[in-house]
């Protein structure tokens, strides 16, 4: 069998690794999305009846439950040194907080308000107007700009790496070692487990107060500054027409 080390060829660790998850994670999951769209209210009553959400959350404990023990078994944490550890988990922080900015800048692009010194393109002086292609690319961003419920819910579960596929991944793909590497391979995402939950648990109030402070904001200065467009367009067309006219 091909193993990490490379001794079986990098083509057979990958075709290896490829059949593994399909057969443990894509084929479930491409079936459960079939059957979810061809009969979504027979799924719905199945999955209520026999309590499908409850066992979902027993196997991810137990998921998770056996990676411990099998990293307690193994003495893994007395084996690495405290420097390691800690540096672990920083890094983790540290990656935690970057992949939220990142759902975040990507769900709600940083893009400055009309009038905004911060444009490079625009002086942010009063009696100068915002360039055309600046209110087209405004109007695009957002288009495709997501409200804070969602951008919450994006950052929460984007930034989110856990042992569920995790653990799997690296026992398919350090399947020829023993449990010891398997532990210690797996050993960064069980503290990153432990640091997304509690920057979550912090976060989660932060997050609240922001959705509730600016809720029902956005609607308005959407409505307003298409209001808005519609005059200058309205007005546009007038001023147009009176000219016509005079000549």
Not at 126 to 153: G, H
Not at 201 to 218: C, F, H, P, T, Y
Request: charged share 15%.
């Amino acid at each position: 069998m091909p193993d990490a080390s490379g001794s079986g060829g990098l083509t057979g660790i990958y075709v290896q690794m490829v059949k593994q998850l399909s057969a443990c994670l894509f084929a479930p999951l491409i079936v459960g999305q079939i059957l979810q769209n061809v009969s979504p209210e027979r799924v719905k009553n199945i999955s209520l009846k026999f309590k499908f959400s409850y066992i979902n959350q027993v196997l991810m404990l137990i998921l998770v439950w056996s990676t411990f023990c099998n990293q307690f078994a193994t003495r893994i944490f007395w084996h690495v040194s405290s420097e390691t550890i800690i540096l672990v988990a920083f890094l983790n922080v540290g990656l935690y907080l970057f992949m939220s900015l990142v759902c975040l800048w990507s769900a709600r692009p940083p893009l400055p308000r009309a009038k905004s010194p911060l444009l490079p393109c625009f002086g942010g002086g009063e009696a100068e107007e915002e360039p055309a292609y600046m209110r087209s690319v405004r109007r695009l961003v957002k288009r495709v700009t997501f409200d804070k419920k969602e951008t919450a819910a994006i950052c929460f579960c984007g930034a989110a790496k856990g042992l569920v596929l995790g653990a799997p991944l690296i026992s398919i793909m350090y399947s020829a070692y023993g449990n010891e590497i398997q532990s210690a391979v797996t050993l960064p995402i069980a503290l990153y487990q432990g640091t997304q939950i509690a920057i979550a648990q912090i976060s989660v109030r932060v997050v609240k107060a922001w959705i509730l402070r600016g809720e029902g904001d956005e609607d308005v200065v959407v409505n307003n500054e298409e209001k808005s467009e519609d005059h200058k367009g309205h007005a546009t067309l007038s001023s147009g027409y009176n000219k016509d006219t005079a000549v």
